[in-house]
C-alpha cells in the first residue's frame, strides 16, 4: 500500500510498498522454479544474491524526518534505525538502546546505547547523534510532520557518549515508541540546512543496508552493511524498482524481473493458482496496518456541512467494495483504529448503506434534483473531484464504484489520477484539493495527535484536511497523557463516536497485506509484525542465487 504514514516507529514493514532493478531475461512468461539443492544445502544460510523488489511510488527524500510518504520511508528502514523497534510480536525492545530503563514515574527514559555502532562512512554512533536528531525534529525551522512527539521532552542530557537520559513534565503514554525515530547522523548534518543536505539522496545510516544509488525514475540500489551489529545480511543488495503500475509490476514478477511486490486481490486470487507460480513464489496474507479512505477538504464550502458528508458515507456500500475490488480480503473500516486493536471501539455505530437516507440528508443540506436528475444547489451542482495516485489499480477500482453510486443519489463525480511525487507536493501538501482517496498506515500506539488535532494543519503535516473539534483535540492530548489504559481507551473509544458522526472522512475498508515473494528466498518467517521484520536472516541458496 502506497500512502502516507502517521508514525514511523515501526521498522522493516514490507507489504505491498515494493522496488528492484537488475533485471534477468528469462525466455518463459514466468519466473523458473528454483532448482531444489542437494540435501540439507539449501537449509544452511548462504551470503550472495539480490532482493529486487517492486514499488509504484518513488521515494521523495531519504531523510525520514522530511518525509510523509511510505515510499520512502520503506527505504529508509533498511539504511537508519531507531533507539527502539517493535519485534515480530510487536513489542518495543532496544535497537539501537541495548537496553533502556523507565523511571517508576513514567516521566524517565534512560537509554544504554550500543558500543560497536558505526556509521555506513566508518564513524562511530554515540549520544551526539541521538541530542542532534532530537534538536532538528523541534527546530521550527524543519519542516517535519513527527515534531509533535518531541515537544513533550522537557530535556534530553546526555551524561557519557553511550548514555541518553530523556525526561518528560508529563506523562506522555507513546514516550517509548517515539523513539523509534531514525537517527540521524550528527557528524553530516549538525550547523547545515537539512532541506538541502544531500543526504535526501545519498543517506548515510547505520541501519543493515547502505546506500549505493538512485536513478530518477528507475530504481533504488541497496548494498548489505557488513559491519551491521546485528550481523551482516545474508543478502548481498536489496533493490527497490520503480514500476508505476501494478499489472506492469506482476508481469515482471512472473518473468523473473522482481522477486518481491505486494499483489491484488486479483492477482492473489485469480492469478497465481497455476502449479508453475506455486513452485517459483511464496504467498502470504495477513491483515494489513492500514486503512483506505475519502477524506473531504473541510475547507471547501461543500464538505462543510456534515450532511453532505454523511450522505456520501451512507450512498456507499462498503460491503461491494471488498467484494469488488478486494474479492473478500479486508473487513469494512468503521473509524481510524484497526478492529482488533485494543483501543479500537466496537460500539461505534457505522454509518450503514441506505441510499434514500443519502437523498434524505442531501435535500436536508439543500441539494435538489434538477430536470437531469443530478443534484444542484443555488444552480451550481454537486460535483467534486477524488484525486487520488497513479499506479494502484485497487484505488482506481474503488474511486470507480463510488463514482457510479453517488451518481445513482444525483452527484456528479470525476476521478483524477496523479504520479505520486506531484500528488503530495502539488496537492496533498499544498490542500489543492476537494476530496483524496488515500490510505493510513497506523502504528501499534493508538495516538492519532498528527493526524485529527486541528495544530497540526500546516503545509507538510498530516492533518490536510483541515478538521477541527475541540473535543478531540482534548479528547487527543488528554489521551496521550496518562499510562491508564482505561482512561486512554476512554479517550479513543469516543473520539471514534466523534469521527463517526462527523465524517471528515469516509472510512471505507482495512485490506489484507498480500506479499509475494520469490520461492528462492528462504529464511522468512512470517510474523505478527508480517514477513520483513526478519530480512537480514533472508538467505539464497548457493545453487539458486541468481544476481
Known amino acids: 500500500m502506497i500512502g502516507l504514514l502517521c508514525r514511523f516507529s515501526v521498522r522493516h514493514i514490507l507489504g505491498a510498498i515494493l522496488v528492484v532493478c537488475c533485471c534477468i531475461a528469462c525466455s518463459s512468461s514466468e519466473a523458473p522454479a528454483p532448482q531444489r539443492s542437494a540435501g540439507d544445502a539449501a537449509a544452511i544460510p548462504t551470503y550472495g544474491d539480490t532482493l529486487v523488489e517492486g514499488t509504484i511510488g518513488e521515494a521523495s527524500t531519504l531523510i525520514p524526518i522530511l518525509a510523509s510518504d511510505s515510499a520512502s520511508h520503506s527505504v529508509a528502514g533498511q539504511i537508519y534505525n531507531g533507539l527502539v523497534k517493535y519485534d515480530k510480536d510487536l513489542k518495543i525492545v532496544g535497537e539501537l538502546a541495548e537496553s533502556f530503563r523507565i523511571s517508576p514515574d513514567g516521566l524517565t527514559i534512560t537509554f544504554k546505547l550500543r558500543r560497536n555502532v558505526a556509521w555506513h562512512d566508518g564513524k562511530p554512533f554515540t549520544a551526539r547523534d541521538v541530542l542532534y536528531t532530537y534538536r532538528v525534529i523541534i527546530d521550527p525551522q524543519t519542516p517535519t510532520a513527527y515534531s509533535e512527539d518531541f515537544k513533550q521532552v522537557a530535556s534530553v542530557a546526555s551524561p557519557d557518549p ?14 517509548l515508541a517515539s523513539w523509534g525515530v531514525a537517527i540521524l547522523p550528527a557528524h553530516l548534518l549538525d550547523g547545515q540546512d537539512i532541506t538541502k543536505s544531500p543526504l535526501s539522496r545519498k543517506p548515510v545510516g547505520t541501519g543493515p543496508f547502505r546506500f549505493k544509488e538512485w536513478v530518477s525514475g ?6 548489505a552493511n557488513p559491519d551491521y551489529f546485528e550481523g551482516r545480511p545474508y543478502l548481498d543488495r536489496y533493490v527497490y524498482r520503480l514500476i508505476p503500475d501494478t499489472s506492469t509490476m506482476y508481469m515482471e514478477l512472473k518473468a523473473g524481473g522482481i522477486d518481491q511486490m505486494g499483489l491484488t486481490p ?5 492469478q497465481t493458482d497455476t502449479p508453475r507460480f506455486k513452485a517459483a513464489f511464496q504467498k502470504y496474507r495477513y491483515p494489513s496496518n492500514g486503512y483506505l479512505y475519502l477524506g473531504y477538504n473541510q475547507r471547501h464550502p461543500t464538505f462543510k456541512d456534515k450532511r453532505v458528508r454523511q450522505a456520501i458515507t451512507a450512498a456507499i456500500n462498503k460491503d461491494e467494495l471488498i467484494q469488488g475490488v478486494l474479492f473478500g480480503m479486508g ?20 454509518i450503514p448503506f441506505d441510499q434514500n437516507r443519502a437523498q434524505q440528508l442531501l435535500a436536508e443540506a439543500g441539494w435538489q434534483k434538477g430536470s437531469d436528475g443530478m443534484l444542484q444547489k443555488e444552480g451550481k451542482p454537486l460535483r467534486f473531484t477524488i484525486l487520488t495516485n497513479q499506479g494502484n489499480q485497487q484505488r482506481l477500482m474503488t474511486a470507480q464504484i463510488i463514482q457510479q453510486r453517488l451518481k445513482q443519489v444525483g452527484i456528479d463525480v470525476r476521478i483524477r489520477i496523479v ?38 494543519t500546516k503545509p507538510g503535516e498530516l ?3 483541515g478538521y477541527s473539534n475541540q473535543e478531540v483535540d482534548r479528547l487527543l492530548e488528554q489521551g496521550r497523557s496518562t499510562f491508564d489504559i482505561e482512561q486512554r481507551k476512554k479517550a479513543y473509544f469516543r473520539i471514534q463516536e466523534i469521527l463517526a458522526d462527523e465524517q471528515p472522512y469516509t472510512f471505507l475498508y482495512v485490506p489484507d497485506a498480500l506479499p509475494v515473494v520469490s520461492a528462492r528466498i528462504r529464511g522468512i518467517e512470517p510474523a505478527p509484525a508480517g514477513i520483513g521484520h526478519n530480512l537480514i536472516k533472508w538467505y539464497v541458496p548457493k545453487l539458486e542465487q541468481r544476481y
Open 162 to 175: 553511550y548514555t541518553v537520559v530523556v525526561r518528560y513534565a508529563k506523562p506522555y503514554a507513546p514516550a
Open 218 to 223: 528507475q530504481k533504488i540500489v541497496l548494498e
Open 266 to 270: 486479483v492477482q492473489f486470487a485469480r
Open 331 to 350: 473487513q469494512r473500516a468503521h473509524g481510524p483504529m484497526i478492529p482488533g486493536r485494543w483501543a479500537y471501539n466496537p460500539s461505534v455505530k457505522d
Open 419 to 456: 504520479e505520486w511525487a506531484a500528488f503530495l507536493k502539488e496537492f496533498i501538501d499544498k490542500g489543492n484539493f476537494e476530496v483524496v482517496l488515500l490510505a493510513w498506515l497506523t502504528s501499534q500506539d493508538p495516538d492519532m495527535y498528527d493526524i485529527w488535532h486541528s495544530s497540526k
Open 463 to 465: 492533518n490536510f484536511i
